[in-house]
């Protein structure tokens, strides 16, 4: 029997890979700066930061590795997305340059008022970051103006109140990842402190996705169809059931406690879980409903050249990130660090 590969599924597999490990890993230490506000207290934010010290910026290199993808395999994509978001993608990376100067630099102030400006800087540009993130994902959905093979559309027309909902909620969301994480490596009176903001987080986070969720099917004629026509509707359905289950467990692993890991585990799952929900919106488009993957598409030998070295450097990169978070694993005691 004969099989076929199709290179352009293989990347847009490979970029939704990408895409969503930068999520997880990013997410959680941006989450850790959007809850910065709520522990005041330098002992706190001490801890916080050390639990992602060792890792922080390495798991930034999924973010490269998304953008050059979809340069490099899906130029026409790239050509039409990026004038629609140049403002929130400007934006969003100058919040990252902030907050890995802060990140730095906090270390290293004596003066007390250095160091509150550097964690001021560390929360604007952990909030702002993840605030610009959901709005580019929230233009993407809403869709995109096209003239001929550009971007057709205006200067503010990512601004919107789809687009604002939408990354509103991936603050919401970033901060239970990030609140998950350190109720997973910390101990003690902060994890308890920890464990309220999780919650807090947990229930705006499952507001948010029902909120989008219910906006999304009314935005395109075709998200309507892929979730509410019949019998569509009965290979969809699992999603949203399954959503409400990984919340319940979510909840229930918070409020009675156990496994520290389970809560992480379970943010990661509903993270997936969106993704899914967002591959069944626009799939087989990267430009909902104007362009497809095909269309987008480099040439085959384009694809194949830097498919070859992509299935080379993308083991490397899981097997160095995977080591660190080996090393780095165990709960975070105060004065001994990792044990």
Known sequence: MEVSFDLTIAWALLLAFATFVYVVLDGFDLGI????????????????????????????????????????AFPLAYAIILPAVYVPIIVMLLALIFRGVAFEFRWRSQRRFSARAWDMSFICGSVVAALMQGIILGTLLQGIEIDGRAYGGGWWDWLTPFTLVVGLGVVAGYALMGACWLNWKLEGAVQQRVKKAAQLSGLLSLGFIALVSALTPTLEAAYWMRWLSFPQILFVVPVPLLTGLIGYVLARSLYKGGHDWLPMLMVVLLFLLCFVGLGISIWPYIIPTEVTIWQAASPYKSQLFMFVGAIVLVPIILAYTGFAYWVFRGKLDPEDGYH
Do not use: C, H, Q
Request: avoid cysteine.
């Open 33 to 72: 700066g959007i809850l910065y506000p709520f522990f005041p207290e330098k002992s706190d934010r001490d801890l916080m930061m050390n639990s992602v010290a060792p890792v922080w910026d390495g798991n930034e290199t999924w973010l490269i590795l998304g953008g050059g993808g979809l340069f490099a």
